[in-house]
């Protein structure tokens, strides 16, 4: 018997977005944007809709929060099968009805079954933090106003490395067991710039903004890198309120890739904006 022919065609997205006036990627219900909750996803449905198209299903590979942004996250669109356009075609209406902070930079056809957060082998984050004031880069950099010790802000960023527990520095929901492997952890200068980059199987909640703010609370010599070997060995709740205090602001953080099988690894890490 012929097997029955699926009743959706399904795409694999590239996406880009300025996360500055987003509530986050992921939709937040009918209500809240009906009240003007401004998400990645809910923008990406309702161009779907102006443009007459029929969705089905959207998923992303992560749920970036409140005001982060993307270089390369990656969805999974399913469209009615019956009127559903070919992928150049799809880029080009993602072009004439998406906002402006986002962009479409690849559209293929994909299996059916393949699912951008499931299917992913990796995902990598960068941060960029400025050593100077700016006039062009405050939407996606943290000027950090004080003088950086790099040498400490590299044996803090780099502690991260390996099997952990991010109790301390993450918000779990309650089935979340707070455990994760951090493949790279790469301190990079571009100019005026430091670029902390980041790779690892998965990522919790709101994790790469503390682990952000605890490398430079050791790098202005607020705190030492072996606190965060001890609350990596050693998770407890005050030191989770603590290293949520001295999180990074979202505004430099962005997701920069990620990985499924077959895919290269990742070049060396590239800023976003020049700042000399």
Known sequence: MAAKPVPYAAFRLLVEYDGSRFQGWQKQGPKQT?????????????????????????????????????????????????????PGELRRIFDSVLPQDIAIRDVRVCAPRF??????????????????????????????????????????????????????????DAEE????????????????????????THFFRRQVRRMVGASVACALGEEEPRRILEDLHAPTEAANLYWAAKAAPASGLFLEAVRYSGDPEPGPPRPTIIIP
């Open 34 to 86: 009906r009240e003007g909750v401004r998400t990645v996803a809910g923008s990406l449905e309702h161009a779907i809709h102006e443009a007459g198209l029929h969705l089905v299903y959207l998923g992303g590979a992560g749920r970036t929060d409140a005001g982060v942004h993307a270089l390369g996250q990656v969805a999974h669109l399913h469209l009615e099968a019956k009127g559903a356009p070919r």
């Open 177 to 200: 067991d707070g455990l994760s492997r951090i493949l790279q952890c790469e301190v990079t200068e571009a100019g005026s710039l430091v670029l902390l980059r980041v790779r690892a």
């Open 115 to 172: 699912h951008a957060r499931f299917d992913a082998v990796d995902r990598t984050y960068l941060y960029q933090i400025s050593q100077r004031r700016s006039a062009f880069g405050k939407p996606w950099i943290w000027w950090v106003k004080r003088s950086l010790d790099l040498n400490r802000l590299r044996k803090a960023w780099c502690a991260f490395e390996g099997d952990q527990d991010l109790g301390s520095f993450a918000d779990l």
